[in-house]
C-alpha cells in the first residue's frame, strides 16, 4: 500500500491507538485519535530526550492534517528480543540502568514541537495516579464479583489505593518516561533508544526503575531483580533510600494494577486478547511487592480472603 506517496508495509500495533508503517528508510506513525499526543507531544518529547544526549526517534517529515508524522526507523532490535534466550542477562540490564539514569538527569522539561509552539511537561500528579490504579475497579473487577458485591470491592481497593498513594514519600521531580520496560528500548547501531514516550511526565525517581525491574512482558529471577535494584540505588540514587524503596514498592504494586485495568480493558473493549497472558506474572509481581510492609496489610488481607486472583 502507499501512505504520504510512499510504498509502506503496515506493522505489528501496540496497545494505543496509533498505526505503524515502514517505508524504505523510515517510520510512519498514523494516529487520527489524540492526535495531538501521539503526533504533536510525541515529537516534543523526542526533541526533549535527544536535546539531552538520549537517543530517541528524530522527526523527518509531518503532514498533521492527514494524521501522521514520519521518523527514522530503529530496526526491529527491542530490548525483549535482545534478552531473549539469554542466560546471564544481568550485562545488558547494568546497561539499561545507566540509561535510566541519564534519563533522570535531564534538567529541561519543556521544548518546542513541529509547529514552533512550547510543550512544558507536567507532573504526575496523585489524581492521575490512582484515576489509572482504578483501571483495575473498573476493568477487571466486574469479571470477578456480581453486581451485588462489585461496588463493596470497589470502594475497599479504592481506599486501599487511595492509602498507597497518601505514603509515597519522595517528591516528582525527575524525567519519567512511564513506559520505561522491554519494549520501550530499542538497540540500534549498538545503542539503546526510548520510544513510546508521548507519557512522559515529571514524576518520582522510583516509577522508571519499577517499571523496568518488575516488567510484566520478560520473567526475571527474584535474585536479578535484587541486583538491579541495589545496583540502581547504590550508584544512582543519593537521597533517602527508605524512601525511595518504600516509594519502589508502592509504586510498582499501583502500576501493576493498572496494567490488569489496561489488560482487561483491551481484551473486552478492543478484542485485543493477546496480553491476557501476561497476567498470572502480574498477579505474582504483586504479591511478592505485598508480602511484607504494614502499608500493604489491609491489600494482603483482601487478597487472601477472596477469589480475586
Known amino acids: 500500500m502507499k501512505l504520504n506517496n510512499k510504498k509502506v508495509t503496515k506493522l505489528k500495533g501496540d496497545a494505543s491507538e496509533r498505526k505503524f508503517y515502514r517505508s524504505k528508510n523510515s517510520i510512519i506513525i498514523f494516529s487520527k485519535k489524540n492526535k495531538k499526543k501521539n503526533l504533536l ?9 535527544n536535546s539531552s544526549g538520549i537517543k530517541a526517534p528524530i ?8 494524521n501522521l508524522i514520519e521518523v527514522n526507523d530503529l530496526g526491529d532490535i527491542t530490548l525483549l528480543k535482545l ?5 546471564n542477562k544481568k550485562k545488558i540490564f547494568m546497561k539499561v540502568l545507566d540509561l535510566l539514569s541519564k534519563v533522570q538527569k535531564i534538567k529541561k522539561f519543556n521544548n518546542k514541537d513541529f509547529t514552533g509552539r512550547k510543550y512544558e511537561m507536567v507532573r504526575y500528579s496523585k489524581d492521575k495516579l490512582l484515576r489509572e490504579a482504578y483501571l483495575f475497579n ?4 466486574p469479571q470477578k464479583f456480581s453486581k451485588k458485591k462489585l461496588n463493596q470491592f ?13 505514603a509515597i514519600k519522595l517528591p516528582d521531580d525527575v524525567f519519567v518516561h512511564r513506559d520505561f520496560h522491554v519494549s520501550n528500548i530499542m538497540f540500534n547501531q549498538n545503542k539503546f533508544h526510548l520510544i513510546d514516550s508521548q507519557d512522559a511526565v515529571i514524576g518520582n525517581p522510583a516509577y522508571d526503575l519499577a517499571s523496568l525491574i518488575d516488567d510484566v512482558r520478560l520473567k526475571t529471577s527474584n535474585s536479578l531483580k535484587k541486583e538491579m535494584f541495589n545496583h540502581f540505588s547504590k550508584k544512582y540514587f543519593s537521597r533517602d533510600l527508605k524512601k525511595f524503596e518504600n516509594d519502589f514498592l508502592i509504586l510498582s504494586v ?15 473493549r478492543d478484542n485485543k486478547n493477546r496480553y491476557l497472558k501476561y497476567m498470572p506474572y502480574t498477579w505474582s509481581l504483586i504479591k511478592l511487592r505485598t508480602k511484607n510492609g504494614k502499608v500493604f496489610d489491609e491489600l494482603r488481607l483482601i487478597l487472601n480472603n477472596n477469589k480475586i486472583i
Open 59 to 66: 522527526l523527518l517529515k509531518t503532514n498533521y492534517k492527514k
Open 154 to 166: 470497589k470502594k475497599r481497593f479504592k481506599n486501599v489505593f487511595l492509602r498507597l498513594s497518601k
Open 41 to 49: 507531544i510525541y515529537d516534543a518529547i523526542n526533541r526533549i530526550l
Open 138 to 141: 473498573e476493568w477487571y473487577l
Open 254 to 268: 499501583l502500576r501493576n494494577f493498572k496494567i490488569l485495568g489496561i489488560f482487561s480493558r483491551l481484551a473486552k
Open 83 to 87: 534478552l531473549k534466550n539469554r542466560k
